[in-house]
């Protein structure tokens, strides 16, 4: 058997009743009175619930990812500006030959 929590689009999601493991550990006064003060339920309790702790480790796993796509990306900075470079002395070249033969083509026709 599951129980149902709502998320925000509206849809509903299947908890385990064994995820919740420490609730069922606590008697009738002890649930009444996370009932009376939510701020009972510290840190730990979210902490320690196996949907928290694999969502913890998938946002690791995606950081780490990111973070060697940055370094990757950062390795190649200096030969993509070196490109860069080449490519608008090139274009320089290339346009200054073009006024050239402009000219060329002026003068003889």
Do not use: C, V
Not at 59 to 74: K, P, W
């Amino acid at each position: 058997m599951s129980t149902g929590g709502g998320s925000r689009n509206g849809a509903k999601m299947d908890l385990p009743r064994a995820s919740f493991d420490r609730l069922n550990q606590l008697d009738t006064d002890e649930l009444k009175a996370i009932f009376h003060d939510p701020n009972r339920l510290d840190d730990s309790w979210i902490a320690e619930h196996p949907i928290y702790r694999n969502l913890k480790q998938s946002r690791d796993e995606l950081i780490a990812g990111n973070r060697s796509l940055a370094e990757f990306t950062l390795s190649r900075e200096n030969s993509l500006n070196e490109a860069r470079e080449k490519f608008i002395r090139s274009q320089n070249l290339l346009l200054q030959m073009k006024k050239e033969a402009e000219e060329q083509k002026r003068i003889y026709g």
